[in-house]
């Protein structure tokens, strides 16, 4: 074997109250893609972030290429060739993608080359990836997918030679999926190491070359992906045998809750909805929907169709022309759960009673009461099987796949008539998302009426007894539960 192009030996890394890394060794060849692999909380991010400057190790040692080096902050691990894209992003919204790029180089001032001759060198360098970017185009203008390229093209813009991604197609819907796929197989064949953090075995097992799994904080094993199998990857990574590798059967149900009654009880009913974009151009136009009581609705679509303004024109976020009635309380799962769900600064417990500050019995007569607000987040931590060191950590400093179970616990123990679920699994380890379909089909067995946004399809086939296609800001066309694959994939890409 030819010397690791990164060699993590023995690292350890300790947080108040948890060992996050306990004596991890990993290592990279060069041109090599390479999972990391392991459950909400395992470890896999703090071992990045040590790799690319943010953390440093309480014990252990990195080697580039053989040579034993000491990273104090980002600036010296990008200088060594280490890039990072984050699962948040850490573009500045209100600048362009070109402004982006050249922020912060070396101390430069921000563009020091004629803007168009910038923009066609980053056109240049975006293509000969597969990247699609405008360099000219806003941040905050950008779709999540698009930002995510952005983050890629700054990482190699910056002679990124490893390119650490954390999680990188839980923003991307399922038609963009293999294209990235494609470009990381591009970058790999043009020299770019790539360390691959991901929950999804199946594009594990489609790109990468070998996996690491880790499990509470410890390296179980690395193996090649040639040698293995969706199953036993399962079961490297949550230490028992996984039948269901993905996702719950779909039960017989009824969309109606009680099959006596044939009249639909609406719960969540819009009207000619009309709805604009960041931008001021219309993203929702006209939609008629209505979610009843007992059924779980689901809006299939390729990102960017309008979905994201649906979630925030029914959570009350964005203004709307037309007609939104909610007829009962609404919980909503949000898809982006640090900007509209939690919290960071917060702790664990604080955040679990947001909603419900001002009520008893967290609350007399205006003075907070902490002994009732710990023991609610004590039951909520058992029961939403949330890993915290204790109430009083910042949701901040959870794992991604933990911080989402906060938001999901305060929002579904709430006994909502209606759940707003926007990519609510986006991130989850697979256990994890059993457990949230678990409860997003109690919560409709109980009566509320659900709907469910989101860009994995099989998550809408799974959960939905109907089945909403968004497509341009309209819906395409709406089917049951039972529908064709090839006929929704036709309805999605506007071609029905
Ligand atoms: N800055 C921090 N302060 C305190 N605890 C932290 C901090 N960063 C991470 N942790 C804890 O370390 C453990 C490992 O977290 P980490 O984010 O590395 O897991 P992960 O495998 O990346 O999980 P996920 O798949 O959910 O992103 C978790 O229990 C987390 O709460």
């Known amino acids: 074997m030819q010397t690791p192009v990164v060699e993590m030996r023995g690292i350890t890394k300790k947080f108040p109250g948890i060992v996050a890394n306990d004596s991890v060794n990993f290592d990279l060849q060069l041109g090599e893609i390479h999972a990391l692999l392991g459950e909400n909380g395992a470890g896999k991010t703090t071992l990045m972030n040590i790799l690319c400057g943010l953390y440093e190790p309480d014990e252990g040692e990195i080697l580039l290429e053989g040579k034993s080096v000491q990273f104090r902050f980002p600036g010296e691990a990008i200088a060594s060739g280490i890039g990072m894209v984050h699962q948040h992003f850490m573009l500045v919204e209100s600048l362009t993608v070109a402004d982006n790029l050249v ?112 499990r509470d904080g410890r390296t179980i094993t690395t193996v090649l992906t040639s040698a293995s199998n969706e199953r036993e990857l399962a079961h490297l990574m949550v230490g028992r045998e996984v039948n269901k590798v993905i996702r719950i059967e779909r039960q017989a149900q009824s969309p109606v809750p009680n099959p006596q009654s044939p009249i639909p009880n609406p719960r969540l009913i819009m009207r000619d909805l009309w709805v604009e974009n960041d931008r001021g151009l219309p993203a929702l136009k006209g939609i008629n929907l209505a979610v009843n009581a007992g059924e779980i609705v689901g809006i299939a679509g390729v990102d960017g169709n309008g979905q994201r303004e649906l979630e925030e024109a029914i959570a009350s976020l964005r203004p709307i022309r037309g007609e939104i009635n909610l007829n009962g309380t609404l919980a909503h799962i949000p898809s982006d759960r640090y900007t509209m769900g939690l919290i960071p600064d917060f702790s664990v417990a604080d955040n679990l ?57 305060r929002e579904l123990s709430r006994s909502p008539q209606i759940v707003l679920a926007a990519q609510p699994t986006r991130g989850l380890d697979i256990s994890a998302i059993e457990y949230v379909h678990q409860q997003l089909i109690a919560q409709r067995d109980a009566g509320a009426a659900v709907l469910l946004i989101s860009t994995e399809l099989e998550e809408i086939l799974n959960l939905s007894d109907r089945i909403a296609v968004l497509y341009e800001g309209a819906i395409a066309g709406i089917v049951d539960a039972n529908a064709d694959v090839r006929h929704l994939g036709l309805m999605m890409a506007g071609k029905h």
Do not use: M
């Not at 990124?160 to 990235?180: M, S």
């Not at 007399?364 to 204790?390: D, M, N």
């Open 103 to 214: 922020l912060g180089q070396s101390g430069q001032p921000l563009i020091r080359e004629n803007p168009k001759k910038l923009h066609q060198r980053l056109r240049n360098l975006a293509e000969q990836y597969g990247l699609q970017i405008d360099p000219a185009a806003e941040v905050w203008q950008l779709s999540l997918g698009e930002q995510q390229r952005v983050e890629i093209l700054k990482a190699i813009y910056r002679g990124a030679k490893v390119l650490i991604l954390d999680e990188p197609t839980a923003v991307l819907a399922p038609q963009e999926v293999e294209g990235f796929l494609q470009t990381l197989r591009n970058l790999a064949a043009g020299g770019t190491s790539i360390i691959f953090i991901s929950h999804k075995l199946n594009e594990v097992l489609a790109i990468c070359d070998r996996v690491t799994v880790l």
């Open 353 to 409: 009673v947001l909603r419900d500050i001002q009520k008893p019995p967290f609350n007399k007569k205006g003075l907070l009461r902490p002994a009732a607000i710990i023991r609610h987040c004590t039951q909520l931590v058992e029961r939403y099987l949330i890993r915290t060191p204790s109430p009083h950590t910042h949701v901040g400093k959870l794992s991604g796949g933990n911080a989402q179970k906060v938001a999901i616990a």
